[in-house]
């Protein structure tokens, strides 16, 4: 499994090393953010938490996402290129659909 963020950035094959727990992208060491969350669960009539943080795994999107940041900067991506094919259809067009299943109405 690759890095997604690099290869979304830069067309790069970087091995993953973690999984996001968000989203579930492959993540490399310099794409992930790890948070420490202690867990609680009920015990009895009040909550308990164990004595060891739990560990988690976030991708830069993930982590702004969950602590209210601004949105981490957005993916340089190569243009795609546009298929050879027909015009799309003009206002003045029948739509997608053509004029023989649109007649014009009277």
């Known amino acids: ?41 009920p015990n009895g009539m009040g909550v308990s938490h164990g004595p060891t943080p739990a560990r988690q795994v976030l991708c830069l999107t993930c982590h702004a996402a969950r602590n209210g940041l601004p949105a981490a900067p957005a993916a340089r991506r190569a243009p795609v290129p546009a298929a050879p094919g027909p015009a799309a259809p003009g206002p003045d067009s029948a739509g997608a ?10």
């Open 1 to 41: 499994m690759n890095c997604y963020d690099c290869y979304a950035a830069d067309s790069a094959h970087t091995p993953a090393v973690a999984v996001c727990h968000g989203c579930h992208s492959g993540l490399c060491p310099d794409h992930l953010r790890m948070i420490r969350p202690v867990l609680h669960r």
């Open 97 to 106: 659909r053509g004029a023989a299943e649109c007649p014009a109405e009277a």
